[in-house]
């Protein structure tokens, strides 16, 4: 069965710091992963789509890489600001599913 | 614009009472999906439905109840049977087929219920 595990649960930087979070998984036969930011009490905001053929994806100051065989994921986000400030969650579609299986995410604090 | 619309936002209930939570979509999408996210966990799946008037049960399917009639729309119904049903609801819509497909998610309900 597909587990996604996300390191740290929780991280405070300061602004300015560049981050990186962590998301791995323990089958490698998956279709993509999405990381997905979420705000309290929001719905989910798709941040990068990763194809399980590519290594990674880049959109302004987000870059996400995928290691399949390894199992593992970064979000990596550059010059953080307060409004980055978010919990960050990574899932994975298993090519053997239909639906996405989630980590439980990590909660970022960027103060200013 | 093409989204994914859940009502209402906040919806409380008594103990013993159904409950149903919208959700439609516009995005033309064949597969929607219901989550559950509590404090703490990741999201985990209700049901999900790959067509109209076709669903399946996800992970946690018990004391839930869902229909499919129209491309739009994927209700979810919160029976009395679901023993601890105060949680944050999401919905969400994908392209279907075999395939890798990104999932766009709507803002959520958050069902409390005394």
């Known amino acids: 069965k597909q587990e996604v595990t996300q390191i740290p649960a929780a991280l405070s930087v300061p602004e300015g710091e560049n981050l990186v979070l962590n998301c791995s998984f323990t089958?490698?036969?998956?279709?993509?992963l999405q990381w997905f930011r979420q705000d309290p009490g929001k719905g989910l905001t798709s941040l990068l789509l990763i194809q399980s053929s590519q290594r990674e994806q880049t959109s302004g100051r987000l870059n996400a890489s995928l290691d399949k065989s390894s199992g593992r994921s970064t979000l990596y986000i550059a010059a953080s600001q307060p409004g980055d400030s978010a919990t960050y969650l990574c899932?994975?579609?298993?090519?053997?599913?239909?639906?996405?299986?989630f980590g439980k995410g990590t909660t970022l604090s960027v103060s200013s | 614009d093409g989204g994914i619309t859940q009502s209402p936002k906040y919806l409380f209930r008594k103990e013993g009472q159904n409950v149903t939570l919208s959700c439609e979509q516009n995005?033309?999408?064949?597969?929607m999906y219901w989550y559950r996210q509590d404090p703490g966990q990741g999201l985990r799946l209700i049901y999900y439905?790959?067509?109209?008037?076709?669903?399946q049960k996800g992970d946690i399917a018990e004391g839930y109840s869902v229909s499919r009639e129209k491309k739009e729309s994927f209700p979810l119904t919160v029976t009395s049977a679901q023993k601890n049903p105060t949680a944050f609801y999401l919905c969400?819509?994908?392209?279907?087929?075999?395939?890798?497909?990104?999932?766009?998610f709507g803002p959520g309900t958050r069902l409390t219920v005394t």
């Open positions: 969400a819509s994908s392209r279907s087929g075999t395939g890798s497909h990104e999932q766009y």
């Open positions: 995005l033309n999408h064949d597969a």
């Open positions: 089958d490698s036969a998956i279709y993509n």
């Open positions: 899932a994975v579609e298993n090519q053997a599913g239909t639906a996405l299986i």
């Open positions: 439905s790959q067509i109209v008037n076709d669903f």
